[in-house]
């Protein structure tokens, strides 16, 4: 049988009540490691509301192209002489590079071991990259020409191209060029000799021309020019030899020893960056698992 609580019993309940709560209050609850949070008593999943959300930001054109490895136009100029030039370089070419294509761009371009390159007043290292230095499009590279530039011959003139081409330093003196050396011609008798008679036992021989010519007027290994350069620095020429290699040795380790025969042959040519460029498109290493 259930009754109404009422006057001073009713606030003895209640504060018992609340003191009982406060107590219990202070100890951590614990479950079951089979607890689950009834269906009712779960958070309620956020709803998700149509809004409109801003387009990404779209990078400018001097952020693509630093991002890409494009090739761009800069100019290259020098104050004494007057000379000016508009190359293509891509940001992953290394200086070296760079001085090739300013050497191959026109007839008188210095040759590439004769520039030293400058920017904002600092010298450019041949083994760093151009994106290395922030070069960009349309940017101005100072060169700076070493001495004797001029008295070495270009390789279009000596393939029959314009020998005094406009713009370039003339030399004031030739350069004299070592002549040939006068043939030689052995005989046994004195041809001027008319009415004799021959006293050695053995006939006359013919005569003998001796070609003692001077060893400069024979055919040889030229100095190498921009375009033996651009051929040895481009990986798809290596990959070519590398593909030859490996057909013509049917042990990998030889094919990859017979190319790096090749490319040491020719690396006092190319600059750390090149042989590291070739490398990476081949995909062969140095020997040992060591750059060359």
């Given at each position: 049988?259930?009754?109404?609580?009422?006057g001073?019993?009713?606030?003895e309940?209640?504060?018992?009540?609340?003191?009982?709560?406060?107590?219990?209050?202070?100890h951590?609850?614990?479950?079951?490691d089979?607890?689950?949070?009834?269906?009712?008593?779960?958070?309620?999943?956020?709803?998700?509301?149509?809004?409109?959300?801003?387009?990404?930001?779209?990078?400018?054109?001097k952020?693509?192209?630093?991002s890409?490895?494009?090739?761009?136009?800069?100019?290259?100029?020098?104050?004494?002489?007057?000379?000016?030039?508009?190359?293509?370089?891509?940001?992953?070419?290394?200086?070296?590079?760079?001085?090739?294509?300013?050497?191959?761009?026109?007839?008188?371009?210095?040759?590439?071991?004769?520039?030293?390159?400058?920017?904002?007043g600092?010298?450019?290292?041949?083994?760093?990259?151009?994106?290395?230095?922030?070069?960009a499009?349309?940017?101005?590279?100072?060169?700076?020409?070493?001495?004797?530039?001029?008295?070495?011959?270009?390789?279009?003139?000596?393939l029959?191209?314009?020998?005094?081409?406009?713009?370039?330093s003339?030399?004031?003196?030739?350069v004299?060029?070592?002549?040939?050396?006068p043939?030689?011609?052995?005989?046994?008798?004195?041809?001027a000799?008319?009415g004799?008679?021959?006293?050695?036992?053995?006939?006359?021989?013919?005569?003998?021309?001796?070609d003692?010519?001077?060893?400069?007027?024979?055919?040889?290994?030229?100095?190498?020019?921009?375009?033996?350069?651009?051929?040895?620095?481009?990986?798809?020429?290596?990959?070519?030899?590398?593909?030859?290699?490996?057909s013509?040795?049917?042990?990998?380790?030889e094919?990859?020893?017979?190319?790096?025969?090749?490319?040491?042959?020719?690396r006092?040519?190319?600059s750390?960056g090149?042989?590291?460029?070739?490398?990476?498109?081949?995909g062969?290493?140095g020997m040992?698992?060591?750059?060359?």
């Amino acid at each position: 049988m259930s009754y109404k609580i009422s006057g001073s019993r009713l606030q003895e309940e209640t504060a018992f009540a609340k003191r009982y709560l406060d107590q219990i209050s202070e100890h951590a609850v614990n479950y079951a490691d089979d607890f689950v949070t009834p269906p009712e008593k779960r958070p309620r999943r956020m709803p998700v509301l149509a809004m409109d959300v801003a387009e990404p930001p779209k990078l400018s054109d001097k952020e693509v192209r630093e991002s890409s490895n494009e090739p761009f136009s800069l100019t290259v100029k020098s104050l004494k002489p007057a000379l000016s030039f508009t190359v293509q370089i891509a940001p992953s070419d290394s200086i070296q590079q760079l001085k090739a294509n300013v050497a191959s761009s026109s007839s008188t371009a210095p040759r590439a071991e004769f520039q030293r390159l400058l920017l904002k007043g600092k010298a450019l290292a041949d083994a760093k990259l151009v994106k290395e230095y922030g070069i960009a499009e349309g940017a101005t590279v100072n060169m700076v020409l070493k001495p004797g530039w001029d008295d070495v011959p270009k390789a279009g003139s000596e393939l029959g191209g314009d020998p005094t081409p406009t713009g370039a330093s003339i030399p004031k003196e030739p350069v004299p060029q070592p002549g040939a050396i006068p043939s030689l011609t052995i005989s046994d008798a004195d041809p001027a000799a008319e009415g004799t008679t021959s006293t050695s036992a053995f006939p006359a021989r013919p005569l003998t021309t001796l070609d003692i010519s001077s060893p400069a007027n024979q055919p040889g290994p030229s100095n190498s020019t921009a375009e033996f350069h651009n051929t040895i620095a481009d990986p798809e020429f290596w990959k070519k030899v590398y593909a030859l290699c490996q057909s013509e040795f049917l042990s990998d380790h030889e094919a990859d020893g017979c190319w790096h025969a090749f490319l040491s042959g020719v690396r006092t040519k190319l600059s750390p960056g090149e042989i590291a460029k070739i490398q990476d498109a081949v995909g062969v290493t140095g020997m040992g698992g060591s750059p060359i």
